[in-house]
């Protein structure tokens, strides 16, 4: 069993930062595909980033250059560093863990799910 835990969501304007954490259980957290995904109002949820146990990384079109997942194996923790943020940015972030390694963008792809943390951007 994969616990994960999502924390850093809040209220900010458009062309803020916030850094999200997602923090997981599991003595082979290393060896875990993570990835973010984010469902706003209405829509289905959507990928933004993975980062491989390698640490390579993946990014949706829609937020490179601004947004940076990155992994801390000693604290069992993935971040998403999320710059210049838009008011289309806004939804609720999940994290999610592939323990398959099926290097995946789709949700159903992803075997392990956190509660998601709020973010809302205002114009």
């Known amino acids: 069993q994969v616990q994960l835990v999502e924390s850093g969501g809040g209220l900010v304007q458009a062309g803020d930062s916030l850094r999200l954490s997602c923090a997981a259980s599991?003595?082979?957290?290393?060896?875990?595909?993570i990835g973010w995904f984010r469902q706003a109002p209405g829509k289905e949820r959507e990928f933004v980033a993975r980062?491989?146990?390698?640490?390579?990384?993946v990014y949706a079109d829609s937020v490179k250059g601004r947004f940076t997942i990155s992994r801390d194996n000693t604290k069992n923790t993935v971040y998403l560093q999320m710059n210049s943020l838009k008011p289309e940015d806004t939804g609720v972030y999940f994290c999610?863990?592939?323990?398959?390694?099926?290097?995946?963008?789709?949700?159903?792809?992803?075997?392990?799910w956190g509660q998601g943390t709020q973010v809302t951007v205002s114009s």
């Open positions: 999610a863990a592939d323990t398959f390694g099926r290097l995946g963008t789709n949700p159903s792809e992803y075997n392990y």
């Open positions: 980062v491989n146990p390698s640490t390579a990384t």
């Open positions: 599991g003595r082979t957290f290393s060896r875990y595909y």
